[in-house]
């Protein structure tokens, strides 16, 4: 919701800039790692062999940002390297306004 207003504001200002939201999915790291505990350790074991790599999570945003397919794309959502939908909620204007403003109210 953020990429899309920002986009929104920076296409009103005529900025040649692109913004983008990018998920690279459940990556394998070594976070949960720390946790030393049989139950910690057993779930790392199992979703281990699920997870992506660090250079496959790195995958959908090296894309978005490199690649010829998506110059001048902006306000997007992209997920295992495509554009992805986005909940309806994400892609009402006004909601992503809203959101935009209740951030800067907490952050300025």
Request: proline share 2%.
């Amino acid at each position: 919701m953020h990429a899309k207003e920002l986009s929104r504001q920076l296409k009103a200002r005529k900025a040649k800039v692109t913004i983008n939201a990018v998920h690279p999915g459940i990556v394998k790291t070594a976070i949960i790692r720390e946790h030393n505990t049989f139950l910690t350790d057993s779930i790392y074991f199992m979703a281990s062999k699920l997870l992506k790599s660090t250079s496959q999570g790195a995958a959908t945003a090296c894309y978005v940002a490199l690649s010829p397919k998506t110059k001048g794309v902006s306000g997007k959502y992209f997920a295992d390297c495509n554009e992805s939908h986005c909940s309806s909620l994400a892609n009402d204007e006004t909601q992503c306004l809203k959101l935009w403003n209740q951030t800067c109210a907490l952050l300025f």
